[in-house]
């Protein structure tokens, strides 16, 4: 059964230094405030899942709370370069980062196949791609009934997912609606799943065939309003487009994003504090 | 005579590709950009797929990320990304994939993954995302990017989606579906794959464009076909369209739209 905590409990109780941890939320549903708490508490060592690493990622790399990244697209979406993500590959900073590369159509498969208890996840895919070459762990199957050799990669069973979504009910099921992206499936593939909510209502008026995922399912159910931005919650609030181009030159070097997140994030105490503190910065 | 960028040029040349009614899956960026000026010309039943998960996308602004809410509010279904790439992509169901990206050779193999070596990369590039698949299982590929000496070169540092491969009959033995990469339309030209070899040559110069600055800004020995077609200019209603979108696009996200 999940347990309706706040953001801070739910990371301390469930998240562990050397843990694997995915943050999934296809572009919409992104839960940044969960990174945000994370690097709060320090955590280190994790190695991160996700499909898109996003701003989410490039916070927790150069936060240096990651030691390895699992993923298929890292960039700043509709702006450029995630920098902090290519100042650890390249350079190394604040610590060397090791990645482990997929695609999408693999990763997606590897949560689908972590779901449902599979070992593996079986594909037609990277016929004549470099991606083999440079990831072991792509490797390829036999069809036992057409021969045909397929591409087999490993299933992703992260210690913690975390997700955002639109609301949960006071026994903590929770609906998720719009762009699903991965996150049912990263949810069910987790041996922990933290969901951070917009809402928390009485009653989830979920309609047939909604995407529910139930309070038995879940260990931890925490109210963040806003908890996607810069992303968005389709119904509340819409992407941020300015704060992904105001990001890049934040962490474009390493100076100006230690002192972004040394005042926006460790100088606060959670994520209406940090909320506050940008509204005010925005005011000015 | 109606003045027209070589980027307008780029986009309509590749919007004029895509068939009213065939199903495509579109990358972010130029390809989504030329996609849908094909929708709100000539192609009004094009069916947009985005890897997000939305099917049948109709968007009135281009997305700035492939999960803009534009996009869900305006297609047919939403789906999750797991079932985009199981049953649409890897279920034979897409007609054209259209792509973009940061490198591409004379066999249409495209990189998004790094420049120089991998492990010591000088630049760490977005990454696969759906590419691989989309140019693999698609029954047809558009490739579309603007042509420079960095971007079209000899040896990719890595092949991230590949088109014919080595060339000739490679792609067959690699056992994939799909025609490959049919055309790759840049802002001075559009390349054809040539029979038997899947070369890449030029089959149509847009208007104004000599044969030298195609030369110029390839890295490998361009070739030419024996009957070098000139691109039709941009019309009127082309041109109207793809400034309208960009014009909506820029007042809704305060820039033009995506190019990753």
């Known amino acids: ?284 | 005579m109606m003045t027209y960028s070589t980027n307008e040029m780029m986009t309509v040349a590749a919007a004029r590709r895509l068939g009213n009614g065939s199903v495509c899956f579109v990358g972010i960026g130029l390809p989504s950009k030329a996609a849908n000026l094909a929708r709100l010309t000539h192609a009004p039943d094009v069916v947009l797929i985005y890897e997000s998960g939305p099917i049948g996308a109709k968007p009135s602004v281009l997305p700035l990320s492939i999960g803009d809410g534009e996009l869900a509010e305006t297609a047919d279904t939403v789906v999750p990304t797991g079932e985009i790439f199981r049953y649409w992509l890897q279920g034979g169901r897409i007609d054209v994939g259209f792509l973009g990206a940061a490198q591409v050779d004379k066999y249409g193999n495209i990189n998004t993954t790094v420049i120089g070596d991998y492990h010591k990369p000088k630049v760490r590039l977005p990454g696969a995302g759906g590419a691989p698949e989309i140019a693999g299982s698609a029954k047809k590929v558009l490739i579309i990017l603007k042509q420079s000496h960095r971007t079209f070169v000899d040896k990719l540092a890595f092949i991230t989606s590949v088109g014919f491969g080595e060339g000739g009959d490679h792609r067959k033995q690699l056992g994939l579906p799909g025609a490959g990469p049919v055309a790759i339309i840049t802002d001075l030209c559009i390349m054809e794959p040539e029979a038997g070899t899947h070369e890449f040559i030029v089959t149509s110069l847009h208007p104004g464009v000599t044969r030298e600055q195609v030369v110029e800004n390839t890295g490998w020995a361009i070739r030419f076909a024996d009957k070098v077609a000139v691109t039709e200019a941009p019309n009127a209603t082309e041109l109207a369209a793809l400034r309208e979108l960009e014009a909506r696009t820029a007042a809704t996200h305060g820039q033009a739209g995506g190019e990753e």
């Not at chain 1, 309706?4 to 572009?27: H, K, M, P, S």
């Not at chain 1, 350079?91 to 980062?97: A, V």
């Not at chain 1, 072991?136 to 979504?165: K, M, N, Q, Y």
Request: aromatic share 8%; hydrophobic share 45%; with cysteine.
């Open chain 1, 1 to 284: 059964m999940a347990e309706i905590l706040t953001l801070r409990e739910a990371v301390q109780r469930f998240v562990n230094d050397g843990d694997t941890v995915a943050l999934e939320g296809f572009t919409h549903l992104i839960p940044t405030a969960a990174a945000h708490e994370l690097i709060r508490q320090g955590r280190k060592d994790l190695t991160l899942v996700r499909m898109t690493p996003d701003l989410v990622y490039d916070l927790l790399i150069g936060a240096g709370c990651a030691r390895k990244l699992i993923f298929s697209w890292g960039g700043n979406p509709g702006v450029g370069s995630l920098h902090r993500l290519r100042d650890a590959v390249e350079k190394g900073w604040p610590q060397p980062l090791e990645i482990e590369e997929h695609s999408h159509a693999d990763l997606a498969n590897a949560y689908v196949a972590g779901a449902s208890g599979l070992p593996f996840a079986v594909l037609r895919a990277y016929a004549g791609s470099d991606l083999p070459k440079v990831n072991p762990l792509i490797r390829s199957v036999t069809c036992p009934f057409t021969g045909e050799v397929l591409a087999a990669v490993p299933s992703v069973r992260p210690d913690v997912t975390v997700i955002h979504a639109q609301k949960a009910d006071r026994k903590g099921n929770v609906l998720i609606q719009g762009i699903l992206g991965v996150q049912k499936e990263a949810a069910l593939a987790a041996k922990r799943c933290i969901v951070t909510v917009e809402e928390i209502v009485d009653d989830l008026k979920a309609p047939m065939n909604a995407c529910v995922l139930p309070t038995w399912a879940l260990s931890a159910v925490c109210l963040v309003p806003g908890g996607a931005h810069p992303s968005y919650a389709h119904g509340y609030y819409e992407r941020d487009n300015r704060f992904y181009q105001d990001w890049d030159p934040i962490a474009r070097s390493r100076e100006g994003f230690t002192a972004w997140i040394d005042a926006f994030i460790r100088g606060t105490a959670d994520f209406s504090e940090y909320q506050a503190k940008l509204a005010a910065q925005e005011a000015k």
